[in-house]
Protein backbone atom coordinates (compact mmCIF):
# COMPACT_ATOMS: atom_id res chain seq x y z
CA UNK A 1 0.00 0.00 0.00
CA UNK A 2 1.13 3.25 -0.69
CA UNK A 3 2.45 5.37 2.37
CA UNK A 4 3.88 8.34 3.54
CA UNK A 5 5.05 9.34 6.65
CA UNK A 6 6.45 12.91 7.75
CA UNK A 7 8.07 13.13 11.28
CA UNK A 8 8.11 15.30 13.75
CA UNK A 9 4.06 16.29 14.05
CA UNK A 10 5.20 19.46 15.22
CA UNK A 11 7.98 21.35 16.10
CA UNK A 12 9.66 24.62 17.81
CA UNK A 13 13.08 26.01 16.69
CA UNK A 14 14.09 28.84 17.48
CA UNK A 15 15.12 31.93 14.74
CA UNK A 16 18.80 30.74 13.36
CA UNK A 17 18.33 26.95 14.94
CA UNK A 18 18.76 24.93 12.08
CA UNK A 19 16.70 21.21 11.78
CA UNK A 20 15.54 18.65 9.35
CA UNK A 21 11.86 17.72 8.73
CA UNK A 22 11.84 13.90 7.47
CA UNK A 23 9.47 12.37 5.32
CA UNK A 24 9.27 8.63 4.32
CA UNK A 25 7.44 6.99 1.58
CA UNK A 26 6.72 3.38 0.54
CA UNK A 27 5.28 3.50 -3.04
CA UNK A 28 5.69 1.10 -6.22
CA UNK A 29 8.28 2.64 -8.08
CA UNK A 30 8.42 6.56 -7.26
CA UNK A 31 7.52 9.06 -9.64
CA UNK A 32 8.54 12.31 -7.87
CA UNK A 33 8.47 13.52 -4.54
CA UNK A 34 6.94 16.65 -3.78
CA UNK A 35 7.14 19.14 -0.96
CA UNK A 36 4.52 21.82 -0.42
CA UNK A 37 4.32 24.54 2.41
CA UNK A 38 0.76 25.29 3.43
CA UNK A 39 0.03 28.36 5.45
CA UNK A 40 -2.97 28.55 7.97
CA UNK A 41 -6.64 29.17 5.62
CA UNK A 42 -4.97 28.51 2.87
CA UNK A 43 -4.05 25.85 -0.37
CA UNK A 44 -0.35 24.26 -0.24
CA UNK A 45 2.35 25.98 -2.19
CA UNK A 46 4.38 24.58 -4.17
CA UNK A 47 8.02 24.30 -3.29
CA UNK A 48 10.05 21.18 -4.79
CA UNK A 49 9.87 18.12 -6.48
CA UNK A 50 12.87 15.54 -6.71
CA UNK A 51 12.71 12.63 -9.08
CA UNK A 52 15.51 10.38 -8.12
CA UNK A 53 17.71 9.34 -4.93
CA UNK A 54 20.95 12.07 -4.80
CA UNK A 55 18.97 14.47 -5.81
CA UNK A 56 19.05 18.05 -4.42
CA UNK A 57 17.09 20.94 -4.68
CA UNK A 58 17.42 24.65 -2.82
CA UNK A 59 15.10 27.58 -2.45
CA UNK A 60 16.62 30.29 0.23
CA UNK A 61 16.43 28.48 3.37
CA UNK A 62 15.32 25.25 1.98
CA UNK A 63 17.25 22.27 0.91
CA UNK A 64 15.31 19.11 -0.15
CA UNK A 65 17.02 15.76 -0.09
CA UNK A 66 15.60 12.54 -1.78
CA UNK A 67 17.20 8.96 -0.84
CA UNK A 68 15.68 5.39 -1.91
CA UNK A 69 13.21 5.12 0.92
CA UNK A 70 13.61 9.15 2.39
CA UNK A 71 13.51 12.75 1.54
CA UNK A 72 14.30 15.13 4.14
CA UNK A 73 13.81 18.85 4.28
CA UNK A 74 16.40 20.46 5.68
CA UNK A 75 15.74 24.30 7.02
CA UNK A 76 18.98 26.78 7.60
CA UNK A 77 18.54 29.80 9.67
CA UNK A 78 15.01 29.90 10.27
CA UNK A 79 13.03 33.26 10.70
CA UNK A 80 9.54 33.70 11.86
CA UNK A 81 7.92 33.64 8.30
CA UNK A 82 9.15 30.25 7.70
CA UNK A 83 6.29 29.16 10.41
CA UNK A 84 4.04 26.98 8.13
CA UNK A 85 2.68 23.26 7.97
CA UNK A 86 5.57 21.36 5.14
CA UNK A 87 3.75 18.45 3.19
CA UNK A 88 5.59 16.12 1.47
CA UNK A 89 3.87 13.52 -0.96
CA UNK A 90 4.06 10.86 -3.95
CA UNK A 91 2.77 10.35 -7.11
CA UNK A 92 0.56 7.14 -6.07
CA UNK A 93 1.03 3.65 -7.89
CA UNK A 94 -2.42 4.40 -9.94
CA UNK A 95 -1.62 7.46 -11.32
CA UNK A 96 -0.53 10.92 -10.94
CA UNK A 97 -2.83 11.96 -8.05
CA UNK A 98 -0.79 12.28 -5.45
CA UNK A 99 -0.38 10.88 -1.46
CA UNK A 100 0.10 13.44 1.11
CA UNK A 101 1.90 12.87 4.49
CA UNK A 102 -0.06 14.32 7.52
CA UNK A 103 2.68 16.77 7.55
CA UNK A 104 5.30 19.16 10.11
CA UNK A 105 3.57 21.68 11.90
CA UNK A 106 6.65 24.34 12.24
CA UNK A 107 6.85 27.00 14.46
CA UNK A 108 10.04 29.62 14.15
CA UNK A 109 9.91 31.93 17.40
CA UNK A 110 12.36 35.21 17.46
CA UNK B 1 -0.12 34.74 -14.18
CA UNK B 2 -3.34 33.68 -12.03
CA UNK B 3 -3.75 30.84 -9.95
CA UNK B 4 -5.76 28.28 -9.35
CA UNK B 5 -9.47 29.82 -8.20
CA UNK B 6 -11.62 28.52 -6.12
CA UNK B 7 -15.63 29.38 -4.98
CA UNK B 8 -17.07 29.84 -2.94
CA UNK B 9 -14.28 30.12 0.31
CA UNK B 10 -16.87 29.33 3.03
CA UNK B 11 -19.99 27.03 2.55
CA UNK B 12 -22.71 26.42 5.46
CA UNK B 13 -24.59 23.06 5.20
CA UNK B 14 -26.95 20.63 6.84
CA UNK B 15 -27.19 16.88 6.93
CA UNK B 16 -28.76 15.58 3.74
CA UNK B 17 -28.33 18.83 1.48
CA UNK B 18 -26.24 18.58 -1.66
CA UNK B 19 -23.45 21.14 -2.58
CA UNK B 20 -21.36 22.32 -5.99
CA UNK B 21 -17.94 23.37 -5.50
CA UNK B 22 -16.30 25.14 -8.30
CA UNK B 23 -12.68 25.28 -9.57
CA UNK B 24 -11.18 27.29 -12.53
CA UNK B 25 -7.36 25.72 -13.25
CA UNK B 26 -4.34 28.31 -14.42
CA UNK B 27 -4.50 29.28 -18.13
CA UNK B 28 -3.28 26.21 -20.26
CA UNK B 29 -3.42 23.32 -17.46
CA UNK B 30 -5.96 20.50 -18.75
CA UNK B 31 -5.64 18.57 -15.34
CA UNK B 32 -7.68 19.16 -12.51
CA UNK B 33 -7.44 17.23 -9.15
CA UNK B 34 -9.78 17.71 -6.11
CA UNK B 35 -8.56 16.76 -2.51
CA UNK B 36 -10.22 16.65 0.85
CA UNK B 37 -8.20 17.91 4.12
CA UNK B 38 -10.48 17.29 7.22
CA UNK B 39 -8.91 17.66 10.55
CA UNK B 40 -6.36 15.37 11.67
CA UNK B 41 -6.56 13.21 8.20
CA UNK B 42 -4.62 15.08 5.88
CA UNK B 43 -5.08 15.84 2.74
CA UNK B 44 -7.19 12.59 1.15
CA UNK B 45 -7.25 12.46 -3.29
CA UNK B 46 -10.89 12.23 -4.57
CA UNK B 47 -10.97 13.13 -8.33
CA UNK B 48 -8.88 13.26 -11.17
CA UNK B 49 -10.23 15.42 -14.61
CA UNK B 50 -7.86 15.60 -17.66
CA UNK B 51 -9.46 16.45 -20.90
CA UNK B 52 -13.16 16.46 -19.78
CA UNK B 53 -12.72 12.92 -18.78
CA UNK B 54 -12.74 11.61 -15.09
CA UNK B 55 -9.48 9.55 -15.23
CA UNK B 56 -9.29 8.25 -11.55
CA UNK B 57 -10.91 8.88 -8.22
CA UNK B 58 -10.15 8.14 -4.62
CA UNK B 59 -11.62 5.95 -2.05
CA UNK B 60 -14.91 8.33 -1.33
CA UNK B 61 -18.55 6.60 -2.00
CA UNK B 62 -20.47 7.85 -5.23
CA UNK B 63 -21.81 10.89 -3.47
CA UNK B 64 -18.85 12.34 -4.61
CA UNK B 65 -18.76 13.18 -7.90
CA UNK B 66 -17.79 16.04 -10.44
CA UNK B 67 -17.27 16.90 -14.27
CA UNK B 68 -14.55 18.65 -16.46
CA UNK B 69 -15.68 21.33 -18.60
CA UNK B 70 -14.35 22.38 -21.94
CA UNK B 71 -13.06 25.47 -20.49
CA UNK B 72 -10.89 22.34 -18.23
CA UNK B 73 -13.06 24.40 -14.89
CA UNK B 74 -14.51 21.71 -12.92
CA UNK B 75 -17.54 21.52 -10.44
CA UNK B 76 -17.54 18.96 -6.80
CA UNK B 77 -20.63 17.79 -6.64
CA UNK B 78 -21.49 16.22 -3.03
CA UNK B 79 -24.72 14.88 -2.41
CA UNK B 80 -26.58 13.86 0.79
CA UNK B 81 -24.09 15.63 2.84
CA UNK B 82 -22.87 13.45 6.29
CA UNK B 83 -21.48 15.79 9.23
CA UNK B 84 -17.72 13.44 8.43
CA UNK B 85 -17.52 15.77 4.99
CA UNK B 86 -17.03 18.93 6.98
CA UNK B 87 -13.50 19.74 5.52
CA UNK B 88 -11.59 21.86 3.02
CA UNK B 89 -11.40 21.09 -0.23
CA UNK B 90 -8.94 21.91 -2.40
CA UNK B 91 -8.81 21.81 -5.95
CA UNK B 92 -4.86 21.55 -7.91
CA UNK B 93 -3.88 21.85 -11.38
CA UNK B 94 -1.30 20.92 -13.79
CA UNK B 95 -0.41 20.86 -17.11
CA UNK B 96 0.24 18.16 -19.46
CA UNK B 97 -2.19 15.10 -19.35
CA UNK B 98 -1.43 14.01 -15.64
CA UNK B 99 2.38 14.14 -16.62
CA UNK B 100 4.11 13.01 -14.04
CA UNK B 101 6.86 15.55 -13.89
CA UNK B 102 4.41 18.76 -13.96
CA UNK B 103 3.59 19.38 -9.98
CA UNK B 104 0.02 20.35 -9.10
CA UNK B 105 -0.73 23.86 -8.03
CA UNK B 106 -3.48 24.57 -5.38
CA UNK B 107 -5.97 27.25 -5.01
CA UNK B 108 -6.87 28.34 -1.44
CA UNK B 109 -9.73 25.87 -0.55
CA UNK B 110 -13.75 25.90 -0.17
CA UNK B 111 -14.08 25.69 3.65
CA UNK B 112 -17.39 22.88 4.41
CA UNK B 113 -19.06 23.07 7.72
CA UNK B 114 -22.23 20.70 8.24
CA UNK B 115 -24.31 21.13 10.73
Known amino acids: EDQVTQSPEALRLQEGESSSLNCSYTVSGLRGLFWYRQDPGKGPEFLFT???AGEEKEKERLKATLTKKESFLHITAPKPEDSATYLCAVHGSAGTALIFGKGTTLSVSS | EAGVTQSPTHLIKTRGQQVTLRCSPI?????VYWYQQALGLGLQFLLWYDEGEERNRGNFPPRFSGRQFPNYSSELNVNALELEDSALYLC??????????????FGDGTRLSIL
Open chain 2, 92 to 105: ASSSGQGAYNQPQH
Open chain 1, 50 to 52: LYS
Open chain 2, 27 to 31: SGHTS
